[in-house]
């Protein structure tokens, strides 16, 4: 598709960033003045307690360090700051699973942080640099905890509530956190469901740091109660005053770890600061959604993920505008519920991930014209490339042919947007992330760092740092450097390498193209195939696998393991996928299932030993084989899976 839509001249006029020259103006000034450009911003969006002596500090690189000695608040940034003028202004707009509508002011939410901050610090001691371990439902105590977390200086790590006891554990024992705050359960598709069992059973089977779970009630289900460890938020926080000043932070203190797969079979923390992350979340919410006054914001994500961190919490609340939470899912009870929400709240922008656009599109194409969704401006897309269809429903029947869409790239090591469309400036080219947003430099390049010509696939780097960029693996500064920056440099200085491949076409448009590493996107969360595989090893019977994604019709891409049998003919395909699958689910999740498997006699390896991935993953979906396979030690093997795959 190479259509153009220009951005509504109507909604343009007003935007914040209004034209592509106001877009340059900002980019040159950037590329210009790197530092003026931050400085500016700095100074005008945070609220600093005490100044930073310096905008950034590249001495010990790639260890960046920006606005070194500032001093300020995360939770001070969030709320505090717009008490003057929006107490009474809706914060959160709470919506739960059966249809349950709570309104948290400003006024409200100060309060409940506060209640809550004196809760982990007066009842468990928490205190700045403890880690915190969260593993909750999409609820309002799960904002108050993060706030109230930030506001003692002590950093959350938020674990997503589809991961087992397993991972679970795995997180809390990595961050050596020092408590749990976790709920009951709650609601899915008017059912509950449960989450404190899966905390019990993480701690049965490590996890001794911890000091204490705090469990919020959400579903009133019944729950086992371990005496001594266990403590009833419900029951504390009331006795609890809602004045707890905030600790004045450093702008390189760490503000959270969020776990994310990576090449190997171990999740990797990573690691925010504080200024950098909350700059770059607030500007990027006022530039990308061209936030304006009186907004009501959505975005689909689960705090669990990085896109509820920025895009739900962080970004909207120090934008001071209202940010919808909601408990559900889009499709119940029926496919409209997501468009019945953006008609009841008045919702202005809309952000989901294309997974969730293909399956509202499939299951209810003309849903949205049910409703009046004529408040939406822009809507959103994160997390995997979107196709030409979906992306075309959603302008035409979603947006109905007004809204700007923006296709944010970006990942959980950038803390926010890094190239995206700007809905008042950028003339848009479907399913296309388009250009590096102001202050960002993104070029695509080889792996030594030659830039790759125009119309052919290449590495996504960003080659200088942004505010927001990880500031380190948790426990492990080795692999951080290794992860991410490889070997290329650039005027000397080390390159962020993202993982993810992309091309860039002659009008300058860049095109996300998928991971280049073993990582797979599934319905748009990242898994790593190592870990994968580190899961499946625990089944007896199998002596090898090797899983790759395979493209699927709503997810993006499912997930597909080959598995070579210790015994050949000792079991059925399905046998093997149910048990694999119960590993799974007990070592990751239910996040983590296969989709298919294929029992095959062996895998394609080099004389060295090396699984050749990439042919399993052109096998998969269909493609000829066209790479080099005279270097494998049985190069007749290919055929054979090939074989096997077809008539499967
Ligand atoms: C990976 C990051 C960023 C929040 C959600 C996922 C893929 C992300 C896009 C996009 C194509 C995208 C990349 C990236 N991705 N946004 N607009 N177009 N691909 O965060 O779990 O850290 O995953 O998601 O492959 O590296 P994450």
């Given at each position: 598709m190479?259509e153009?839509y220009?951005?509504?001249?109507?909604?343009?006029?007003?935007?914040?960033?209004?034209?592509?020259?106001?877009?340059?103006?900002?980019?040159?000034?950037?590329?210009?003045?790197?530092?003026?450009?931050?400085?500016?911003?700095?100074?005008?969006?945070?609220?600093?307690?005490?100044?930073?002596?310096?905008?950034?500090?590249?001495?010990?690189?790639?260890?960046?360090?920006?606005?070194?000695?500032?001093?300020?608040?995360?939770?001070?940034?969030?709320?505090?700051?717009?008490?003057?003028?929006?107490?009474?202004?809706?914060?959160?707009?709470?919506?739960?699973?059966?249809?349950?509508?709570?309104?948290?002011?400003?006024?409200?939410?100060?309060?409940?942080?506060?209640?809550?901050?004196?809760?982990?610090?007066?009842?468990?001691?928490?205190?700045?640099?403890?880690?915190?371990?969260?593993?909750?439902?999409?609820?309002?105590?799960?904002?108050?905890?993060?706030?109230?977390?930030?506001?003692?200086?002590?950093?959350?790590?938020?674990?997503?509530?589809?991961?087992?006891?397993?991972?679970?554990?795995?997180?809390?024992?990595?961050?050596?956190?020092?408590?749990?705050?976790?709920?009951?359960?709650?609601?899915?598709?008017?059912?509950?469901?449960?989450?404190?069992?899966?905390?019990?059973?993480?701690?049965?089977?490590?996890?001794?740091?911890?000091?204490?779970?705090?469990?919020?009630?959400?579903?009133?289900?019944?729950?086992?109660?371990?005496?001594?460890?266990?403590?009833?938020?419900?029951?504390?926080?009331?006795?609890?005053?809602?004045?707890?000043?905030?600790?004045?932070?450093?702008?390189?203190?760490?503000?959270?770890?969020?776990?994310?797969?990576?090449?190997?079979?171990?999740?990797?923390?990573?690691?925010?600061?504080?200024?950098?992350?909350?700059?770059?979340?607030?500007?990027?919410?006022?530039?990308?959604?061209?936030?304006?006054?009186?907004?009501?914001?959505?975005?689909?994500?689960?705090?669990?993920?990085?896109?509820?961190?920025?895009?739900?919490?962080?970004?909207?609340?120090?934008?001071?505008?209202?940010?919808?939470?909601?408990?559900?899912?889009?499709?119940?009870?029926?496919?409209?519920?997501?468009?019945?929400?953006?008609?009841?709240?008045?919702?202005?922008?809309?952000?989901?991930?294309?997974?969730?656009i293909?399956?509202?599109?499939?299951?209810?194409?003309?849903?949205?014209?049910?409703?009046?969704?004529?408040?939406l401006?822009?809507l959103?897309t994160?997390?995997?490339?979107i196709?030409p269809p979906a992306w075309k429903w959603y302008y035409e029947v979603v947006g109905n042919s007004k809204c700007a869409i923006?296709d944010?790239?970006?990942?959980?090591?950038?803390?926010?947007?890094?190239?995206?469309?700007?809905?008042?400036?950028?003339?848009i080219?479907p399913a296309?992330?388009?250009?590096?947003?102001?202050?960002?430099?993104?070029?695509?390049?080889?792996?030594?760092?030659?830039?790759?010509?125009?119309?052919?696939?290449?590495?996504?780097?960003?080659?200088?740092?942004?505010?927001?960029?990880?500031?380190?693996?948790?426990?492990?500064?080795?692999?951080?450097?290794?992860?991410?920056?490889?070997?290329?440099?650039?005027?000397?200085?080390?390159?962020?390498?993202?993982?993810?491949?992309?091309?860039?076409?002659?009008?300058?448009?860049?095109?996300?193209?998928?991971?280049?590493?073993?990582?797979?996107?599934?319905?748009?969360?990242?898994?790593?195939?190592?870990?994968?595989?580190?899961?499946?090893?625990?089944?007896?019977?199998?002596?090898?696998?090797?899983?790759?994604?395979?493209?699927?019709?709503?997810?993006?891409?499912?997930?597909?393991?080959?598995?070579?049998?210790?015994?050949?003919?000792?079991?059925?395909?399905?046998?093997?996928?149910?048990?694999?699958?119960?590993?799974?689910?007990?070592?990751?999740?239910?996040?983590?299932?296969?989709?298919?498997?294929?029992?095959?006699?062996?895998?394609?390896?080099?004389?060295?030993?090396?699984?050749?991935?990439?042919?399993?993953?052109?096998?998969?979906?269909?493609?000829?084989?066209?790479?080099?396979?005279?270097?494998?030690?049985?190069?007749?093997?290919?055929?054979?899976?090939?074989?096997?795959?077809?008539?499967?």
């Amino acid at each position: 598709m190479s259509e153009i839509y220009n951005p509504n001249p109507e909604f343009a006029k007003d935007a914040a960033i209004p034209s592509m020259d106001a877009y340059w103006a900002l980019q040159n000034k950037a590329i210009e003045d790197y530092d003026g450009f931050w400085k500016g911003f700095a100074d005008e969006k945070i609220e600093w307690l005490a100044p930073y002596d310096k905008v950034l500090d590249e001495s010990d690189a790639p260890f960046y360090k920006w606005f070194t000695n500032g001093k300020l608040n995360v939770s001070n940034q969030c709320i505090d700051r717009h008490l003057d003028t929006k107490a009474d202004q809706n914060a959160i707009i709470f919506e739960g699973d059966k249809g349950d509508v709570e309104h948290i002011t400003y006024g409200q939410l100060s309060t409940r942080v506060n209640k809550m901050a004196n809760l982990l610090k007066n009842e468990f001691g928490v205190k700045k640099g403890d880690r915190v371990v969260l593993y909750m439902p999409m609820i309002p105590e799960a904002a108050y905890a993060m706030l109230a977390c930030t506001r003692l200086g002590a950093i959350h790590s938020i674990v997503f509530g589809g991961f087992s006891s397993e991972a679970l554990k795995d997180r809390i024992e990595d961050a050596e956190a020092k408590i749990v705050i976790t709920a009951d359960g709650a609601f899915r598709k008017g059912k509950p469901y449960m989450l404190k069992n899966v905390v019990d059973d993480a701690l049965a089977q490590g996890g001794k740091s911890i000091e204490a779970v705090l469990v919020v009630k959400r579903n009133n289900e019944e729950i086992t109660w371990v005496e001594g460890r266990d403590h009833s938020y419900n029951e504390m926080i009331d006795a609890q005053s809602d004045v707890c000043p905030f600790e004045p932070m450093d702008s390189e203190d760490p503000l959270f770890l969020l776990y994310t797969s990576g090449s190997t079979g171990k999740p990797k923390g990573v690691q925010h600061s504080t200024a950098g992350y909350i700059l770059w979340a607030q500007m990027t919410m006022e530039w990308v959604f061209d936030l304006r006054k009186d907004d009501v914001f959505w975005c689909t994500a689960d705090i669990g993920w990085i896109t509820g961190h920025t895009y739900i919490i962080y970004g909207p609340l120090a934008a001071g505008t209202t940010t919808v939470m909601f408990e559900g899912v889009p499709t119940y009870p029926d496919a409209g519920r997501a468009w019945k929400m953006v008609q009841d709240h008045n919702i202005t922008q809309f952000y989901t991930a294309p997974t969730a656009i293909r399956l509202l599109h499939k299951t209810g194409e003309d849903e949205p014209k049910k409703y009046d969704l004529s408040k939406l401006r822009v809507l959103g897309t994160v997390g995997e490339p979107i196709d030409p269809p979906a992306w075309k429903w959603y302008y035409e029947v979603v947006g109905n042919s007004k809204c700007a869409i923006v296709d944010t790239y970006w990942q959980t090591e950038t803390g926010g947007h890094m190239i995206s469309p700007l809905p008042g400036a950028t003339p848009i080219k479907p399913a296309c992330a388009t250009f590096a947003l102001p202050g960002i430099i993104a070029e695509i390049i080889e792996e030594d760092g030659t830039p790759t010509p125009v119309g052919e696939k290449g590495f996504m780097c960003i080659t200088r740092p942004w505010p927001s960029m990880i500031r380190n693996i948790w426990g492990d500064p080795e692999r951080f450097k290794k992860a991410y920056f490889g070997d290329c440099k650039k005027d000397e200085k080390p390159v962020y390498f993202t993982g993810d491949g992309a091309m860039i076409d002659e009008d300058g448009y860049i095109t996300i193209t998928g991971r280049t590493d073993d990582v797979i996107n599934v319905s748009g969360h990242r898994i790593g195939t190592a870990e994968i595989e580190a899961a499946i090893k625990n089944v007896d019977s199998i002596a090898v696998s090797a899983v790759v994604g395979k493209p699927h019709e709503i997810k993006g891409e499912g997930i597909f393991a080959y598995i070579v049998l210790k015994v050949e003919g000792s079991h059925s395909t399905d046998e093997m996928k149910s048990e694999i699958n119960a590993v799974l689910k007990k070592e990751i999740g239910a996040i983590a299932l296969c989709d298919a498997i294929s029992i095959v006699p062996d895998v394609p390896k080099t004389r060295s030993g090396k699984i050749m991935r990439r042919i399993l993953r052109s096998i998969v979906k269909g493609e000829e084989i066209t790479q080099d396979t005279s270097t494998l030690e049985d190069p007749s093997i290919v055929g054979i899976i090939e074989k096997i795959v077809k008539e499967a």
